[in-house]
């Protein structure tokens, strides 16, 4: 099993930055990836960004160039730094992690943008 804490939402005017930070525990050898996905109201849930094991990283389209994610092997964090955020972006983030076959999922944090 892993556990999946995550911090850093909050509430933010448009144009300002937030960081997510997302902590594995329990059985976390072999973890394939990590990320966040996002859920708006009335919205499907989708993903955010990715990072390898191999430290590679995937984006959705509405996100490249203000989102990064990244990796800190030190302290076993996963960060989502999130600059020039949009009202569109408020959702409920969701940090992610698959292991094999299995995934795990965080608690959530919400993010607010005012326009």
């Known amino acids: 099993q892993v556990q999946l804490v995550e911090s850093g939402g909050g509430l933010v005017q448009a144009g300002g930055s937030l960081r997510l930070s997302c902590v594995p525990s329990g059985s976390i050898l072999s973890i394939n990836y990590m990320g966040w996905y996002r859920q708006a109201p009335g919205k499907q849930r989708e993903l955010v960004a990715r990072i390898s094991v191999g430290g590679s990283t995937d984006y959705t389209d509405s996100v490249k160039g203000r989102f990064t994610i990244s990796r800190d092997n030190a302290k076993n964090t996963v960060y989502l730094q999130m600059n020039s955020l949009k009202p569109e972006d408020t959702a409920v983030y969701s940090c992610?992690?698959?292991?094999?076959?299995?995934?795990?999922w965080g608690q959530g944090t919400q993010v607010t943008v005012s326009s």
């Open positions: 992610h992690a698959r292991k094999g076959w299995s995934d795990y």
